[in-house]
């Protein structure tokens, strides 16, 4: 098992806004899809978002997730994955209400409040469609994501009843650390599952040294009570997606985190990268965890335990 590379799709997130692909999914109906088509392709893992249908727009609300997260429990069996992220224009209780409400398996969790600069893409895009977009995108140069000491003590509290796990998302070194200051409390408790962000303007770089001194850091903090997974931002993540297989640890893709599917070229759907993903592993000679298997790696507490 421990051979097994768990597959991760993030299928539409919050930072890419929809004058930017067609292929971004905003309805309930497109996002069910893409995690029904991430899954078929290989993904064990989807992490979820929803949207306003009529504008794009990031919306944590009850009414926008309930329609697809039945949808996906029904016609497949793919781990689901609740963001407590949202958007760094929401607030913290506006953020935990889908993952309180419907119990996942897993929810997002980021370990700290930091800049996240969005802004950067308006040099590459330069008409939008929607009149909440470049605004959105704009603010990011002033904008924090907040998440304090107390609000990942509240998100990990608050979860702790309902078994939910948590896709432990580190930006930064220090977020390594602040991790390690809720494993030492009794908070985080393993197999915990440490996501490392690569190339989000305001944590840490995309350089190899940038994600081996990730990893490093984390193996010495916590040694084989982790499971270690990695995110590239753009077109990064592919190369990054790379370096963490050959180091022994697991991917994430999706155009949450990178619109593309080569240089230049807009990924046609989230199944498109999941199966350039399940490629990069295969050819290296390992294989791809079913859901089932996440479940066992990371020790979940099965579908069938869910409240959707």
Excluded at 204 to 223: C, N, Q, S, W, Y
Excluded at 294 to 308: M, N, P, S, T, Y
């Amino acid at each position: 098992m421990a051979q097994k590379v768990i597959i991760t799709c993030a299928v539409t997130g919050s930072i890419h806004t929809p004058s930017m692909s067609p292929a971004l999914p905003v309805t309930a109906a497109e996002i069910a899809d893409a995690a029904i088509g991430a899954a078929e392709a290989g993904a064990a893992i989807v992490h979820l978002h929803a949207r306003k249908p009529e504008t794009g727009e990031p919306d944590q609300s009850l009414e926008a997730f309930r329609p697809f997260l039945g949808v996906i429990k029904q016609r497949c069996d793919v781990v689901v994955n609740i963001t407590t992220g949202g958007a760094a224009t929401m607030t913290i209780e506006e953020r935990l209400k889908p993952a309180i409400h419907f119990k996942p398996e897993v929810a997002s969790l980021n370990m700290g409040s930091m800049n996240f600069g969005l802004y950067p893409m308006l040099e590459r895009f330069k008409t939008f469609e929607r009149e909440w977009e470049r605004p959105y995108l704009e603010g990011s140069r002033s904008r924090i994501f907040r998440n304090t000491f107390e609000d990942i003590e509240a998100i990990l509290t608050r979860c702790a009843d309902n078994g939910t796990r948590f896709e432990i998302e580190c930006y930064d070194i220090g977020h390594l650390y602040t991790c390690a200051h809720f494993v030492d409390r009794g908070l985080i408790k393993p197999p915990f599952f440490v996501q490392s962000v690569f190339g989000i303007l305001g944590g840490i770089g995309t350089h190899p040294e940038d994600v081996a001194h990730m990893k490093r850091t984390a193996d010495r903090l916590f040694g084989d009570a982790y499971r270690w997974s990695v995110l590239g931002a753009g077109r990064h993540q592919m190369p990054i997606a790379m370096q963490s297989v050959v180091m022994g640890g697991n991917l994430r893709v999706g155009l949450e985190d990178s619109i593309w599917a080569g240089k230049g070229r807009l990924a046609k759907s989230n199944a498109e990268q999941v199966t350039m993903a399940r490629q990069l592993v295969e050819g290296l000679g390992l294989e791809i965890a079913t859901p089932d298997e996440a479940r066992e790696i990371l020790g979940l507490k099965g579908a069938d335990q869910v409240a959707f």
